[in-house]
């Protein structure tokens, strides 16, 4: 890395003593395409990223089964039509290693390579009010400067393991989902594997395991709801139909309220008759995707009584495909209503525990007491195993910034301004952080989430562009617009069933002190409502922005 240059000019000529106009944090999909946005402003820009290799979330997540649950081709960028031309999909839901391909493909497209340096874990990052600039300081405490830091951290980087007693005394292989060993297989044959976490990830993992495993127990706190899949490969005429489409498919992705191809069906379910209902849900079931989630009749997202009715015909198939009542009422959430979480999608994943050498163990009913060196003991048995896996989820929006100790204006840190809830303008900025950029950070619309990433990033661009253009070195939110952004976003909660339920988009981690309560650290108002309140203050001189 360079080193700080300690020059006091803050004129846009001093921007020449800085190492950089644009540090990045992250080579995730935000990362990657704010450096090309970066770069095609003609601004020196690079990327610093702790991990071996580019791809964030799909380089992290590598657990077998690590796959899509939105369609490819809607799951996508669409900024570069050389990438809509020359990639073809192969499965309806990308596969983890083919993403991982896709990225490079974009990145070798954008022949930006050279501009991410790898293997760099930034510690602190610093503005310095004398030259209104950044500086980053890494793990071996080298320095770069820039005048503006855009964190591209990805809001589920923050692995956490479980606040189990002995997690550091299992003896055999242990593995958290994100942390997925790169340097060799693992190999679950003839082996007895234990997975802790039955959410997005944990279901897709469970179900490769499965394949091979010897015995696997599946350590279950919350059942979560989740429905078929049906994925498939995509055949080169297919390829061909959905290339033709992508108009279509994308102006769909940009228009509805989440960004994906479906939308809320406008009809209520509880004034629509129970066999035109039924047959909906029936037919979205035979389909692929998040169809019978997102699509679903508006009120099962805000009236209980309408989201019972879903939840009761949901808990029914599950019924249908489990042998034994029992285990069946188990796996049926109990807690919480289908959709008020994330819906993670499945392939045969219910009749997996009629199987002898799969066993499901509620932890509500039998608590894990301890972790040993070769077993989960629980209160009533202690379940030998080979290898552990936790899928146990994230510290999610917030926990990537702890990691980082940012110092703003006067030195104030991001944790002790967010201690008691994320404060942002737009989800983009945070008062007392000048020239900062966050990217799908707290706040921030999201839902299908390139499509967000390409919003977030495009708005960045075109308020970094004016500002250099009007040679302005300093930009930041007044605290008016931060009180208004953070009641608007306390707003866009109200009503919703998601609201009042414990999940990481409800920002509650069990496993992370403080953080076992819900808070309002997500953006549940949705892409269009977020892009109309960018569009506003853009249009209004970007109201409530102080800049010099
Ligand atoms: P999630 O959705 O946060 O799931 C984590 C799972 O781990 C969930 O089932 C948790 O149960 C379980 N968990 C966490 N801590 C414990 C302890 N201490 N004991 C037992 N079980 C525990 O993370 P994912 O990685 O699956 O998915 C994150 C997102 O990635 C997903 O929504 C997609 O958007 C992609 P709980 O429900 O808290 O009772």
């Known amino acids: 890395m360079g080193e700080l240059n300690g020059s006091t000019d803050t004129s846009p000529e001093g921007a020449?003593?800085?190492?950089?106009?644009?540090?990045i944090i992250g080579a995730g999909l935000s990362g990657i395409y704010t450096l090309i946005s970066m770069k095609q402003l003609g601004l020196r820009a690079r990327i610093i990223e702790r991990g071996c290799g580019p791809g964030g979330v799909w380089f992290w997540n590598r657990y077998p089964g690590a796959r899509f649950d939105s369609e490819s081709y809607t799951y996508m960028f669409t900024f570069s039509q050389e990438v809509l031309?020359?990639?073809?999909?192969?499965e309806h839901f990308s596969a983890q290693e083919d993403t991982l391909r896709y990225i490079n493909f974009v990145i070798d497209k954008h022949d930006i390579r050279p501009d991410i340096q790898l293997n760099t874990e930034v510690k602190s990052a610093r503005y310095d009010e004398a030259t209104r600039s950044w500086t980053l300081a890494d793990q071996q405490g080298k320095r770069l400067s820039a005048r503006f830091l855009i964190n591209c951290l990805g809001p589920l980087t923050s692995p956490t393991l479980p606040s189990i007693p002995g997690v550091a005394d299992f003896k055999g292989e242990a593995y958290h989902t994100s942390r997925w060993p790169q340097d060799h297989p693992v190999s679950f044959e003839d082996k007895r594997v234990g997975i802790i976490g039955t959410g997005a990830t944990g279901i897709q993992t469970i179900q490769e395991v499965a394949k091979t495993a010897g015995h696997l127990t599946v350590f279950q706190r919350t059942a979560n709801w989740?429905?078929?899949?049906?994925n498939s490969t995509i055949s080169r005429d297919e390829m061909t139909a959905i290339r033709a489409n992508y108009p279509e498919i994308i102006h769909k992705c940009k228009t509805t309220p989440m960004g994906f191809m479906y939308e809320a069906d406008p009809r209520n379910a509880l004034e629509t008759p129970a066999n035109e209902r039924e047959e909906l849900w029936e037919t979205h079931y035979n389909q692929r995707g998040l169809i019978k989630w997102v699509a679903n009749f508006k009120d099962i997202f805000t009236n209980q009584e309408a989201n019972d009715l879903y939840s009761n015909w949901m808990a029914n198939k599950i019924r249908a495909r489990v042998n034994d009542p029992f285990i069946a009422e188990k796996l049926i959430p109990k807690t919480h209503g289908f959709g008020t979480r994330r819906v993670p999608l499945e392939t045969g994943y219910y009749e997996l525990f009629n199987r002898a050498d799969v066993k499901l163990v509620d932890v509500n009913d039998t608590p894990i007491k301890r972790i040993t060196a070769g077993a989960v003991e629980t209160t009533v048995d202690a379940i030998e195993l080979d290898i552990l896996i936790y899928a146990t989820g994230f510290d999610a929006l917030t926990g990537s910034y702890e990691e980082i100790d940012y110092y703003g204006e006067g030195g104030v840190t991001l944790n002790d301004l967010w201690k008691d809830g994320p404060l942002t303008y737009l989800g983009l900025m945070a008062p007392g952080f000048p020239n900062m950029f966050n990217i799908l950070g707290p706040h921030?619309?999201?839902g299908n989430i390139p499509h967000a990433i390409e919003y977030a990033v495009g708005y960045v661009t075109r308020l970094v562009k004016h500002l250099?253009?009007?040679?302005?070195?300093y930009v930041v939110p007044?605290?008016?617009g931060v009180e208004l952004w953070t009641k608007h976003v306390f707003e866009c909660t109200k009503g919703l069933l998601s609201a009042n339920v414990n999940s990481w988009m409800t920002g509650y981690n069990s496993n992370k002190k403080g953080k076992a309560q819900r808070r309002v650290v997500r953006y549940f108002g949705g892409l269009v409502k977020f892009r109309e309140q960018c569009e506003d203050v853009a249009a209004n001189n970007y109201r409530h922005l102080v800049v010099k």
């Open 478 to 480: 007044d605290q008016q």
């Open 16 to 23: 020449h003593s800085l190492d950089y106009d644009v540090l």
């Open 444 to 446: 921030q619309g999201t």
């Open 226 to 230: 989740t429905a078929p899949l049906r």
């Open 85 to 90: 031309d020359e990639w073809d999909w192969k």
């Open 468 to 473: 250099t253009e009007a040679n302005i070195t």
